[in-house]
């Protein structure tokens, strides 16, 4: 069964602080992995996506890292902000072929940043 | 970044009663879009992928007579939940694709629509 695995489920750190989320996968085949913010009632936005080849991607303050091969992967938050409290979800995504790659969504990990 | 927008953001209605929740992408056009329901504190599941001009595609164990899906044109599909029951109360969220057939093509989701059914 393909499933996306989230660590920690939640996470709670000081402003200004630096956090690392984990995401574990067994989405096989595999086509993209992505990092999305999801505020308290509200969509989930995108950070980063990632094919198969691509080890690192950047977003400002966010930085995503893939290794395929162990399927992991994490997202780095720098110099965290108040702002950055809210639920980080890792989605992957298998091949579609002719249609859409089906999304495999984590749990989240709900992170509160205090002052 | 495109922009996929859903209405209402909430809406309070009583048992039995039906509700539309509609999902528009605004600049682009989407001939797929999903349907998504998530329960606190818990990952969005999909609920059905609605095709433009044709019927949508429900995921295992969702009502397709229960929660209605209309695409009639490339930027606007509905969702209606019919007969309304306090158990279909969720935060409902769609997504939209802008281009078919390719994997990594950027997901774009609606703010999300709160349902609670009195």
């Known amino acids: 069964k393909n499933q996306v695995e989230q660590s920690p489920q939640s996470l709670i750190i000081l402003e200004g602080k630096n956090c690392t989320l984990q995401c574990n996968y067994t989405v096989s085949p595999f086509s993209n992995l992505r990092w999305y913010k999801q505020d308290t009632g509200r969509g989930p936005v995108s950070l980063t996506i990632?094919?198969?080849?691509?080890n690192t991607k950047s977003n400002g303050r966010y930085t995503a890292t893939l290794d395929a091969d162990t399927k992991q992967s994490s997202l780095h938050i720098t110099a965290s902000q108040l702002s950055d409290s809210a639920s980080y979800i890792c989605?992957?995504?298998?091949?579609?072929?002719?249609?859409?790659?089906?999304?495999?969504f984590g749990q989240g990990t709900i992170l509160t940043v205090h002052p | 970044g495109a922009v996929v927008s859903q209405h209402p953001s909430w809406v309070i209605c009583k048992s039995g009663t039906s509700v539309k929740i509609e999902c528009r992408s605004l600049?682009?056009?989407?001939?797929?879009m999903f349907w998504y329901r998530q329960f606190p504190k818990q990952s969005l599941m999909l609920m059905a992928t609605?095709?433009?001009?044709?019927?949508?595609?429900?995921e295992q164990g969702v009502e397709k007579d229960k929660f209605l899906i209309n695409h009639a044109s490339l930027t606007l599909s509905t969702l209606t939940v019919t007969s309304a029951h306090p158990e279909d109360s969720s935060f409902y969220i769609c997504?939209?694709?802008?281009?078919?057939?390719?994997?990594?093509?950027?997901?774009?989701f609606g703010q999300g629509t709160r349902l609670t059914v009195v």
């Open positions: 997504s939209a694709r802008r281009t078919p057939n390719r994997d990594n093509t950027e997901a774009f």
């Open positions: 609605s095709n433009e001009g044709s019927k949508a595609t429900y």
């Open positions: 600049d682009f056009q989407a001939t797929t």
């Open positions: 989605v992957v995504s298998g091949p579609g072929g002719t249609s859409y790659g089906k999304l495999t």
């Open positions: 990632m094919t198969f080849s691509e």
